[in-house]
């Protein structure tokens, strides 16, 4: 009889430790990402500043070919990234994998070129799946501003949640922050 109570006891305790450590790794999983491309350095210095501001994982969308200046030029008809922006079609390749199914919400950084988000952030998004899981975009511009590369995004992102976005070129700690809590709420 003993043995009987001691092995319901110990029931009676292990069961819910089990029960405690499995809601634990479910909130682990209700994490934010900050996804960013950056082909200069301006819009990786935002994904980082957002990512300490809200406590998130950081995660590069690297290209398998390196944007070179002369990629880079947007007065050359010729140059790469123009030619990517003209083919509604092109897809970049991605060098990493990268595996947003462990967070809730993603925060993508990307910059603005011709209007839109760069190619290979595209890449990413058509790469995903995007149940359950909430949207915001961010960018940095040399001008342009947002303008509706978020929403774009979305008509990739399937079955995506999208919370909004807006160009963060010039910006303050404190004022990401309060927009992205906005957003979240």
């Known amino acids: 009889m003993k043995k009987f109570i001691s092995v319901i006891l110990f029931i009676g305790c292990v069961v819910p430790l089990l029960f405690a450590q499995q ?3 479910e909130s682990v999983s209700k994490e934010i990402a900050v996804v960013y491309f950056s082909a200069t350095g301006t819009t990786e210095k935002l994904a980082k500043s957002v990512a300490e501001t809200v406590g998130a994982d950081l995660i590069e969308i690297e290209p398998v070919h390196k944007y070179t200046s002369a990629d880079l030029n947007w007065h050359d008809k010729k140059s790469l990234t123009t030619i990517e922006c003209n083919d509604p079609k092109c897809r ?3 060098k990493n994998s990268i595996d947003i199914s462990s967070y809730n919400t993603v925060i993508l950084c990307y910059p603005i070129w011709w ?3 760069p190619k290979i952030v595209y890449t990413f998004v058509e790469s995903q799946n995007w149940k359950d899981k909430a949207l915001i975009t961010l960018c940095t ?5 947002l303008g509706r590369s978020g929403s774009d995004l979305t008509k990739y992102a399937k079955d995506v949640n999208f919370k909004g976005g807006k160009d963060f070129t010039r910006y303050s ?13």
Request: glycine share 14%.
């Open 173 to 185: 700690s404190s004022d990401l922050k309060k927009y992205i809590d906005g957003l979240l709420k």
């Open 141 to 145: 511009s040399g001008g342009s501003g």
């Open 115 to 117: 209007a839109y988000a």
């Open 23 to 25: 809601s634990n790794e």
């Open 92 to 94: 970049p390749e991605i």
